[in-house]
């Protein structure tokens, strides 16, 4: 788990303009120093976004957030499936109420078929607390079916909506590729011992780069359909099909997989802006 103290010796050499996510790879309210470290990368004056589960989150660390200028606060809630594996106890509903309340700007995800019963009787009482359904991303085949890639870009160029920069940041100060790569194979250096610039100057990072072009370079980008993006539109289609398919066998939802592909839908009408 880290620091304070190490996070703010991180976070001391990344400049300013770089936005700061509360995400990643596990739930960042674990660590009974994140709302600390929250308000330290707002007094830095770098722009906050919050994604939590709110497990390990206290109704107090609510009202401390609730004054801060976040940019996002997104809440991944519990579902009927219970993918999440969220516990949904009183201590849990009386914080999404908290964020409810206090936060109207907070956003509410469901990754399943639908949100926890319980979830939503109680956000049916804020107008503002819409419940958005998403489709479960295969976190750029790390959590394919059998190890076998069910979406990989095998030819032509593509591009990164983040432009290989929205990287994540763990407890011992390794910084790796992104939020994609639960596999850890793309670490970039180390925060505690190195400075910024240095992480998108070594080895790994210009593989990364290289592979953008060059599709006989087999990167983690190549297999992501979050912020992959290939430079031909109706290539980046056909690479899809597969994944979209495979995301109605886990839900089970044509109301769902319609919604999905209507964001689809508005993903391309964007396209010429994503695929420079």
């Given at each position: 788990?880290?620091?304070?103290?190490?996070?703010?010796?991180?976070?001391?050499?990344v400049p300013v303009a770089v936005a700061v996510d509360f995400s990643?790879?596990?739930?960042?309210?674990?660590?009974?120093?994140?709302?600390?470290?929250?308000q330290y990368a707002v007094a830095k004056g770098h722009r906050v976004r919050i994604h939590?589960?709110?497990?390990?989150?206290?109704?107090?660390?609510v009202e401390i957030l609730s004054a801060l200028p976040l940019d996002a606060f997104r809440v991944h809630l519990p579902s009927i499936d219970n993918l999440e594996k969220i516990t949904v106890d009183t201590k849990y509903l009386e914080v999404l109420e908290k964020v409810a309340g206090l936060i109207p700007a907070a956003r509410f995800v469901c990754f399943g078929r639908r949100a926890h019963p319980a979830v939503e009787n109680l956000l049916r009482k804020y107008p503002t607390a819409k419940i958005r359904k998403a489709s479960?991303?295969?976190?750029?085949?790390?959590?394919?079916?059998?190890?076998?890639?069910?979406?990989?870009?095998?030819?032509?160029?593509?591009t990164c909506g983040n432009d290989a920069r929205y990287n994540i940041l763990l407890p011992n100060g390794d910084v790796i590729l992104c939020c994609m790569d639960y596999g850890l194979k793309n670490v970039l250096g180390n925060l505690l011992s190195m400075d910024y610039d240095e992480l998108f100057q070594g080895q790994v990072f210009r593989?990364?780069?290289?592979?953008?072009?060059?599709?006989?370079?087999?990167?983690?980008?190549?297999?992501?359909?979050?912020?992959?993006?290939?430079?031909?539109?109706?290539?980046?289609?056909?690479y899809r099909i597969p994944h979209w398919l495979a995301s109605y066998q886990v839900l089970h939802s044509w109301p769902q997989f319609v919604r999905s592909a209507k964001r689809n839908v508005l993903r391309y009408a964007r396209y010429p802006r994503r695929s420079r």
């Open positions: 788990m880290m620091s304070f103290e190490s996070f703010r010796t991180c976070l001391d050499k990643g790879m596990s739930e960042a309210w674990k660590n009974p120093e994140a709302t600390r470290m929250v939590t589960t709110l497990t390990g989150m206290r109704k107090e660390d479960p991303s295969n976190r750029a085949d790390n959590a394919c079916s059998e190890g076998k890639p069910i979406f990989y870009m095998g030819k032509g160029a593509m593989k990364i780069s290289a592979g953008f072009q060059d599709p006989s370079i087999k990167t983690i980008c190549r297999s992501c359909t979050v912020f992959g993006c290939h430079t031909n539109m109706l290539a980046d289609i056909y």
